[in-house]
């Protein structure tokens, strides 16, 4: 009842908004049961192990192109060096083999990283039986190099990626037979969670399917199945004969670890453990310990492995917090700066203001003094009335010119008596 007429017992709550938060709840409510991630991280590795066996197939068909192609040139190379990288890196660099000589010899040795074989890859290079190329033909052969070297390279970088998305997806399967086996595995069985749900003897025949049902009985069938994927594994390829399914069993069994909020490889160390001495049984007829007692001391070391990463999460959440609260310390320092420095600006202004006001009255004071002076009479006995600046200056401006008019007529007056 409550459920049903809860749109009219709270207030502002419709029954539309209602029903999208029940639908919400129950949706995170499955999620939560179920384990289930909606980014479904597993594809990113089903992706990866793709891309990481379709690089493998063109860098060595790339790699066979090169070699035919630049083997017209130097044919000894090829028998001299046998990895293709090395190889492409090899032809970028020597280019045309008559221009060789012992000056780089040095880098010959950093690529192959071995003397002997640079000095031989020298001296074949002076006795080769190959047809000379022209530098066009070089230039080709160099720039598809480079692309080869390129993805080479890259290829590199991917399986690294993989490596670090295993350890934090899946870190007791990669644990227990590798990061690029179990990503096959993920691959194979479409996602972590089909690959959790399969009993041992499916996961045992992943990847050799094809040849299970192509034999039907006895050691035929057994030996098919030593080159499925588990056989990849290297301490499974140890054991022989009948050895091998029982040993795929036994690391098929328990691939996963139960889920925990800290990922950690402790139930797949564990279980690598087992095959071990699962497989040492069978050589040398050593019992193996029970699983219950494994399980048990892995629960042990996983509770202490996941308290020591909490504890370590924990201390980098403090240095974390303490730096963020140094930081709005700072900020708030810096704030409080800023804002003393603009109250003292603005008390600095009208400070200013008023010297400024002060110095424009002294200077009007200083000029009406200059006038009333300049309004008195002047006492030159000659003059009583009180005459202004400029008139005063026009007055004797015109006594200038008056006096060089009567020297003028005084020097006419004299040239005739002179003469």
């Given at each position: 009842?409550?459920?049903?007429?809860?749109?009219?017992?709270?207030?502002?709550?419709?029954?539309?908004?209602?029903?999208?938060?029940?639908?919400?709840?129950?949706?995170?409510?499955?999620?939560?049961?179920?384990?289930?991630?909606?980014?479904?991280?597993?594809?990113?590795?089903?992706?990866?192990?793709?891309?990481?066996?379709?690089?493998?197939?063109?860098?060595?068909?790339?790699?066979?192109?090169?070699?035919?192609?630049?083997?017209?040139?130097?044919?000894?190379?090829?028998?001299?060096?046998?990895?293709?990288?090395?190889?492409?890196?090899?032809?970028?660099?020597?280019?045309?083999?008559?221009?060789?000589?012992?000056?780089?010899?040095?880098?010959?040795?950093?690529?192959?990283?071995?003397?002997?074989?640079?000095?031989?890859?020298?001296?074949?290079?002076?006795?080769?039986?190959?047809?000379?190329?022209?530098?066009?033909?070089?230039?080709?052969?160099?720039?598809?190099?480079?692309?080869?070297?390129?993805?080479?390279?890259?290829?590199?970088?991917?399986?690294?990626?993989?490596?670090?998305?295993?350890?934090?997806?899946?870190?007791?399967?990669?644990?227990?037979?590798?990061?690029?086996?179990?990503?096959?595995?993920?691959?194979?069985?479409?996602?972590?969670?089909?690959?959790?749900?399969?009993?041992?003897?499916?996961?045992?025949?992943?990847?050799?399917?094809?040849?299970?049902?192509?034999?039907?009985?006895?050691?035929?069938?057994?030996?098919?199945?030593?080159?499925?994927?588990?056989?990849?594994?290297s301490g499974l390829s140890r054991?022989?004969?009948?050895?091998?399914?029982?040993?795929?069993?036994?690391?098929?069994?328990?691939?996963?670890?139960?889920?925990?909020?800290?990922?950690?490889?402790?139930?797949?160390?564990?279980?690598?453990?087992?095959?071990?001495?699962?497989?040492?049984?069978?050589?040398?007829?050593?019992?193996?310990?029970?699983?219950?007692?494994?399980?048990?001391?892995?629960?042990?070391?996983?509770?202490?492995?996941?308290?020591?990463?909490?504890?370590?999460?924990?201390?980098?959440?403090?240095?974390?917090?303490?730096?963020?609260?140094?930081?709005?310390?700072?900020?708030?320092?810096?704030?409080e700066e800023n804002a003393v420095?603009?109250?003292?600006?603005?008390?600095?202004?009208?400070?200013?203001?008023?010297?400024?006001?002060?110095?424009?009255?002294?200077?009007?004071?200083?000029?009406?003094?200059?006038?009333?002076?300049?309004?008195?009479?002047?006492?030159?006995?000659?003059?009583?009335?009180?005459?202004?600046?400029?008139?005063?200056?026009?007055?004797?401006?015109?006594?200038?010119?008056?006096?060089?008019?009567?020297?003028?007529?005084?020097?006419?007056?004299?040239?005739?008596?002179?003469?």
């Amino acid at each position: 009842g409550i459920r049903l007429h809860f749109h009219a017992l709270v207030k502002g709550l419709t029954a539309q908004s209602a029903s999208k938060a029940q639908l919400g709840l129950g949706h995170s409510y499955s999620r939560a049961k179920v384990k289930f991630n909606v980014n479904r991280v597993d594809n990113m590795i089903i992706q990866s192990i793709s891309l990481l066996d379709q690089l493998d197939k063109d860098i060595n068909t790339f790699s066979m192109r090169v070699r035919e192609w630049y083997g017209y040139h130097f044919p000894e190379l090829i028998k001299i060096v046998s990895e293709n990288y090395t190889y492409c890196r090899l032809a970028k660099f020597i280019g045309n083999r008559k221009e060789l000589s012992e000056e780089s010899l040095e880098g010959l040795e950093e690529i192959v990283m071995d003397s002997a074989k640079a000095q031989a890859i020298l001296e074949a290079s002076r006795s080769s039986m190959g047809m000379d190329i022209s530098p066009l033909d070089l230039i080709n052969i160099e720039s598809f190099s480079s692309r080869v070297i390129s993805l080479s390279e890259y290829r590199k970088g991917l399986q690294e990626y993989l490596r670090s998305k295993m350890s934090q997806v899946a870190p007791s399967l990669s644990a227990l037979i590798g990061e690029v086996v179990g990503a096959r595995l993920i691959s194979h069985a479409g996602s972590l969670t089909n690959l959790a749900k399969y009993p041992a003897s499916t996961v045992q025949i992943l990847g050799a399917e094809k040849a299970l049902f192509r034999y039907r009985c006895g050691v035929v069938a057994v030996m098919a199945v030593s080159h499925c994927v588990n056989g990849e594994d290297s301490g499974l390829s140890r054991a022989g004969g009948r050895a091998v399914g029982r040993a795929g069993q036994a690391g098929g069994a328990e691939p996963l670890s139960p889920p925990t909020e800290v990922p950690t490889s402790v139930f797949g160390d564990k279980l690598r453990e087992q095959v071990e001495e699962r497989l040492a049984f069978y050589e040398t007829g050593e019992p193996p310990r029970k699983n219950l007692e494994v399980m048990k001391e892995a629960v042990v070391e996983a509770s202490e492995a996941v308290a020591e990463v909490k504890r370590k999460q924990e201390k980098k959440e403090k240095k974390k917090k303490k730096r963020e609260k140094r930081r709005l310390e700072a900020l708030a320092a810096a704030a409080e700066e800023n804002a003393v420095l603009e109250m003292e600006e603005n008390d600095t202004e009208p400070k200013k203001k008023k010297k400024k006001k002060k110095k424009e009255q002294e200077l009007e004071a200083e000029s009406e003094q200059e006038l009333e002076a300049a309004s008195e009479p002047e006492e030159n006995g000659l003059e009583d009335e009180a005459v202004p600046k400029k008139k005063r200056k026009l007055v004797v401006e015109a006594d200038q010119e008056e006096e060089k008019k009567k020297k003028k007529k005084k020097k006419k007056a004299r040239d005739p008596e002179e003469d």
